[in-house]
């Protein structure tokens, strides 16, 4: 049973560039989310899909897009790559959005990003 | 708007210690509140959670936790540390129809 899996782990972009980060879970989730975590200020949610064939802005939506393929599948878009984009980004899934609060979230390992 | 604090940004403990890491939290109407532990280049784990009922909660590797109302506060705690616990922690609240809000972290160093 893998959970979540983020591809790649780890990634150097130039400035610009596009690139596409992978997620996927296996544990039959509804709701998926990806996340940013700097140094300092915990995690912020970028985008959430709170089921399939939705997805919603999170607090740092700007420069992202996402698509939720299928149930299983949660991806994140960088069209045009900044250096502020260097982060790490996770990917979560829970049982539910709405409804089922103390759901807990269950992580990816996480990509690096490095945009120079 | 829901915001959560964690006051420290590292705790050093010696291996055998009580280990209290804390958290106060912001949050229109009823809180849920949990804890999650990162390990190095890993995501971030579930430990525990308080929704409702006893205000001690216990969850995984022998941590618990205190819900405090009056004083909105919601401290991790371990009574003997191991080495093993250094980690990443944090704290997150979230409140009926909104999303899930985490604190900056507190890194623990358990030195042996």
């Known amino acids: 049973n893998a959970g979540v899996t983020q591809t790649p782990k780890f990634q150097v972009l130039k400035t610009g560039q596009s690139m596409t980060l992978q997620c996927a879970q296996d544990?039959?989730?509804?709701?998926m989310y990806w996340y940013r975590q700097d140094p300092g200020m915990g995690l912020r949610l970028i985008y959430y899909?709170?089921?399939?064939?939705?997805?919603d802005k999170g607090e740092v939506p700007n420069g992202y897009n996402v698509s939720r393929l299928n149930k299983r599948e949660f991806s994140l878009r960088l069209e045009s790559a900044a250096p502020s984009q260097t982060s790490v980004y996770f990917c979560a899934s829970s049982e539910a959005f709405r409804g089922s609060y103390n759901s807990p979230l269950h992580f990816g390992n996480g990509t690096r990003l490095t945009v120079t | 708007a829901q915001s959560v604090a964690q006051p420290e940004d590292q705790v050093n403990v010696a291996e055998g210690n009580p280990l209290t890491v804390k958290c106060t939290y912001s949050?229109?109407?009823?809180?849920?509140l949990f804890w999650y532990v990162q390990y190095p280049n890993r995501g971030l784990q579930f430990l525990l959670k308080y929704i409702t009922g006893d205000n001690l909660v216990k969850g995984s590797y022998g941590f618990e936790a205190e819900f405090n109302k009056s004083q909105t506060s919601f401290h991790l705690k371990k009574p003997s540390a191991l080495v093993s616990d250094s980690a990443l922690y944090f704290c997150?609240?979230?409140?009926?129809?909104?999303?899930?809000?985490f604190g900056g972290g507190t890194r623990v160093l358990v030195k042996p």
């Open positions: 899909s709170a089921s399939e064939g939705t997805t």
């Open positions: 544990m039959n989730h509804n709701s």
């Open positions: 997150a609240v979230r409140a009926a129809g909104n999303k899930l809000t």
């Open positions: 949050v229109s109407g009823n809180p849920y």
